[in-house]
T-cell receptor, first 112, second 121 residues
Framework: QKEVEQDPGPLSVPEGAIVSLNCTYS??????FMWYRQYSRKGPELLMY????GNKEDGRFTAQVDKSSKYISLFIRDSQPSDSATYLC????????????FGAGTRLAVHP | GAVVSQHPSRVICKSGTSVKIECRSL??????MFWYRQFPKQSLMLMAT?????????EQGVEKDKFLINHASLTLSTLTVTSAHPEDSSFYIC?????????????????FGSGTQLSVL
């Protein structure tokens, strides 16, 4: 069993839709959760960084962590074609750098 | 913003040759850099952690004699794939840890390069 499971998609939505991206994980010791966006042939860039359970909102993006279910989500409101990218979840045991465990990434396409 | 430059972006080589990939932090000092590998439709997998002035720490299953890492300065780390074979074909990406402003250097201070697509014929 992989430590982090993420549906690779692709996920195709119309512009303006609400997008829901999800990851599940097996290690209950993970405490820090991140979402990265990766455009084709580019490195990942950090979108959201959360600690433990709860919600965090930043503009059109909302990250949710449910540690009891070992489930994290990223919601994108009013999706735009420029949001088309691969979204990677990642998690780690502690806040100071520790080994990041990545999901496989979900490819998202937002069409006009 | 912090920029990590990785070069080359794409390389095609013959089996048995060695390939060097460079990772530079352009506007900050990086005492620690990380090298990842990503096969198609799979997760980014950490290969090794590179600390300036010391030997790299390799993850289990990664051959240190095949993947040579040198972190000679605070802004440059290199990964050399020695005697590359077709099974080494992958996307290699580096990241650099920027020291935080406060007491803790968190994963928010981790910046990625653009990656190198290696194809071994």
């Amino acid at each position: 069993q992989k430590e982090v499971e993420q549906d690779p998609g692709p996920l195709s939505v119309p512009e303006g839709a609400i997008v829901s991206l999800n990851c599940t994980y097996s290690n209950s010791a993970f405490q820090y959760f991140m979402w990265y966006r990766q455009y084709s042939r580019k490195g990942p860039e950090l979108l959201m960084y959360t600690y433990s359970s709860g919600n965090k909102e930043d503009g059109r993006f909302t990250a949710q962590v449910d540690k009891s279910s070992k489930y994290i989500s990223l919601f994108i409101r009013d999706s735009q074609p420029s949001d088309s990218a691969t979204y990677l979840c990642a998690m780690t045991l502690s806040g100071g750098y520790n080994k990041l465990i990545f999901g496989a990434g979900t490819r998202l396409a937002v069409h006009p | 913003g912090a920029v990590v430059s990785q070069h080359p972006s794409r390389v095609i080589c013959k089996s048995g040759t060695s390939v060097k990939i460079e990772c530079r932090s352009l506007d900050f000092q990086a005492t620690t850099m990380f090298w990842y590998r990503q096969f198609p439709k799979q997760s980014l997998m950490l290969m090794a952690t590179s600390n300036e002035g010391s030997k790299a720490t390799y993850e289990q299953g990664v051959e240190k004699d095949k993947f040579l890492i040198n972190h000679a300065s605070l802004t440059l780390s290199t990964l050399t794939v020695t005697s590359a074979h077709p099974e080494d074909s992958s996307f290699y990406i580096c990241s650099a840890k920027r020291a935080g402003q406060g007491r803790f250097a968190t994963n928010e201070k981790l910046f990625f390069g653009s990656g190198t697509q290696l194809s071994v014929l």
